[in-house]
T-cell receptor, first 115, second 112 residues
Framework: DSGVTQTPKHLITATGQRVTLRCSPRSGDLSVYWYQQSLDQGLQFLIQYYNGEERAKGNILERFSAQQFPDLHSELNLSSLELGDSALYFC??????????????FGQGTRLTVV | DAKTTQPNSMESNEEEPVHLPCNHSTISGTDYIHWYRQLPSQGPEYVIHGLTSNVNNRMASLAIAEDRKSSTLILHRATLRDAAVYYCILRDGNNYGQNFVFGPGTRLSVLP
């Protein structure tokens, strides 16, 4: 158990809909990262938050948005869903200080299926 | 992030040591070398990381070249459970707002 909790574990929804994925980081971790992994694809970095502020952005679509709340949990919002958005979405967390020197811990992911 | 290069795939026999190489010729002085692995249908899992000296933990050993342009993850006795994709990543130790980019990694197969 990494200590990072993602909910829900599975989500099935229709095209055009909007969903929210939730991530609770490990206790004390200030940074949260979101990744997308499509079937047999690599991990695509989406966005990073540090202590409530956006710090880095990757290949995140405009239909997607995220935020980190004062209690440090994070939510990834996916809207106007398309079939191609079906993927595993992972959240990771790490402590805020000297990030390169510390490891990151990943949740077990949310499997999103768009039908 | 500095770029790393890994073989696409490797194969090992069970209970034998495995050496997974990683090249990072453009590494900077403040980049830490991290290794993660991803088992099928699971989230990535931290394995080990280091800066200059070799590192050991319960999972593996990390051997870092003297010029730091390459490193090797060593699994001392491969088990079937070690079959996974292994990622070598560089992370800047001085950058708070750093993203965390994965390459394609090395897919390790372990044969019984």
């Amino acid at each position: 158990d990494s200590g990072v909790t993602q909910t829900p574990k599975h989500l099935i929804t229709a095209t055009g809909q909007r969903v929210t994925l939730r991530c609770s980081p490990r206790s004390g971790d200030l940074s949260v990262y979101w990744y997308q992994q499509s079937l047999d694809q690599g991990l695509q970095f989406l966005i990073q938050y540090y202590n409530g502020e956006e710090r880095a952005k990757g290949n995140i679509l405009e239909r997607f948005s995220a935020q980190q709340f004062p209690d440090l949990h994070s939510e990834l919002n996916l809207s106007s869903l398309e079939l191609g958005d079906s993927a595993l979405y992972f959240c990771a967390s790490s402590v805020g200080q000297l990030q390169g020197a510390t490891e990151a811990f990943f949740g077990q992911g949310t499997r999103l299926t768009v039908v | 992030d500095a770029k790393t290069t890994q073989p696409n795939s490797m194969e090992s026999n069970e209970e034998e040591p495995v050496h997974l190489p990683c090249n990072h010729s453009t590494i900077s002085g403040t980049d830490y070398i991290h290794w993660y692995r991803q088992l099928p249908s699971q989230g990535p899992e931290y394995v080990i990381h280091g800066l200059t000296s070799n590192v050991n933990n319960r999972m593996a050993s990390l051997a870092i070249a003297e010029d730091r342009k390459s490193s090797t993850l060593i699994l001392h006795r491969a088990t079937l459970r070690d079959a996974a994709v292994y990622y070598c990543i560089l992370r800047d130790g001085n950058n708070y707002g750093q993203n965390f980019v994965f390459g394609p990694g090395t897919r390790l197969s372990v044969l019984p």
